[in-house]
């Protein structure tokens, strides 16, 4: 069974650009769940989507937004690029995000904003 | 949401068995407790869960006592592939919702 999938690895862009992340969950999962990780903030929760509705949201401003398409894959949205934006993005999937399920990440999407 | 609170670093030994202490005081009554583990540039890779008593499964043990408070997660004879960061949480009602704290990173040492 494939795991999940993260598109791009690496992505470079300049400050105000906009970035589109892709995600491709694992076969039947239903539930994708999208992090961000610093080494100042650690690991924090950006939002998930579970059958194609937002279910859950972190506190991360309007710029950061994300969907989710009927085959369950996932794309995140970060506008008006800042630099404080370079981090790892990593997606998560599970096949029905309940509380005592696994999540299953990806090896993440790097960006760096410069 | 409980807070987690574990050591931030611990130092072992190959071949040593390693115990990472987590509290979670405020834990509800519904939540379960998960760990994963992490390497470099990587992401976080499912360990263990447990609700209480003591769990086990190939690479871990999770024990967890009556009052729920506290866990420890258990690694059997550690080898240098078992240098990460391990996270615990404490996974509730939206159980994709992970919140991970600071984690403890674990170095082992020949």
């Known amino acids: 069974k494939a795991g999940v999938t993260q598109t791009p690895r690496y992505l470079i862009k300049t400050r105000g650009q906009q970035v589109t992340l892709s995600c491709s969950p694992i076969s039947g999962h239903r539930s994708v769940s999208w992090y961000q990780q610093t080494p100042g903030q650690g690991l924090q929760f950006l939002f998930e989507?579970?059958?194609?509705?937002?279910?859950n949201k972190g506190n991360f401003p309007g710029r950061f937004s994300g969907r989710q398409f009927s085959n369950s894959r996932s794309e995140m949205n970060v506008s008006t690029l800042e630099l404080g934006d370079s981090a790892l993005y990593l997606c998560a999937s599970s096949p029905l995000g309940t509380r005592n399920t696994e999540a299953f990440f990806g090896q993440g999407t790097r960006l760096t904003v410069v | 949401l409980a807070k987690t609170t574990q050591p931030i670093s611990m130092d072992s030994y190959e071949g040593q068995e390693v115990n990472i202490t987590c509290s979670h005081n405020n834990i509800a009554t519904n939540d379960y407790i998960t760990w994963y583990q992490q390497f470099p540039s990587q992401g976080p890779r499912f360990i263990i869960q447990g609700y209480k008593t003591k769990v086990t499964n190939e690479v871990a043990s999770l024990f967890i006592p009556a009052d729920r408070k506290s866990s420890t997660l258990s690694l059997p004879r550690v080898s240098l592939s078992d240098t990460a960061v391990y996270y615990c949480l404490v996974v509730g009602n939206a159980g994709n919702m992970l919140t991970f704290g600071g984690g403890t990173r674990l170095m082992v040492k020949p």
């Open positions: 989507y579970f059958s194609e509705t937002q279910r």
